[in-house]
């Protein structure tokens, strides 16, 4: 079975954009934010992305991530809940690893998150010195939250 495990933080400062290797625009939707399971339409520059997840326990959830028409990505974001979470992910290289910083737009503007997926739950990870808070274990930072509680209402 398909797993990630990832663990989420707040970023302190800019000092990983001197890292950045690649950006890419991403425009998603929730056809499903049942806490239990969600189901994610993602279009991420020109390819479609439909994502199932399961329930989070500790860090660790059920994955399965599945490339779909742009078309149908494009079709099916019409019948996801409002609003759609934009943002502009970077991939950065910090200590060896590949860590996510994601930037909001829209109704989370403001919000910036970067995320490391890991091998175990108790992988050692170097945190860089942009790396704030953790806030894995905090709903409010799901992407499938931040559409019924967006950034700006906090």
Known sequence: MPVEIERKFLVANSDWKRNVNKEIVIKQGYLSSNPDRTVRVRIAGEKG???????????????????????????????????????????????GNLWEVDVFEGDNKGLTVAEIELESEDQ??????????????????YNACLIK??????
Request: aromatic share 10%.
């Open 49 to 95: 992305i439909i994502t199932i997840k399961g329930k989070t326990v500790n860090t660790t959830r059920t994955e399965y991530e599945y490339e779909i028409p742009l078309a149908d990505a494009l079709n099916l974001m019409n019948l996801c809940e409002k609003p759609l979470i934009e943002k502009t992910r970077y991939n950065v290289l910090e200590n």
């Open 124 to 141: 050692k990870v170097v945190l860089p010195n942009w790396a704030g808070q953790e806030v894995s274990h905090e709903n409010k930072y």
């Open 149 to 154: 509680h967006p950034f700006k209402n906090w």
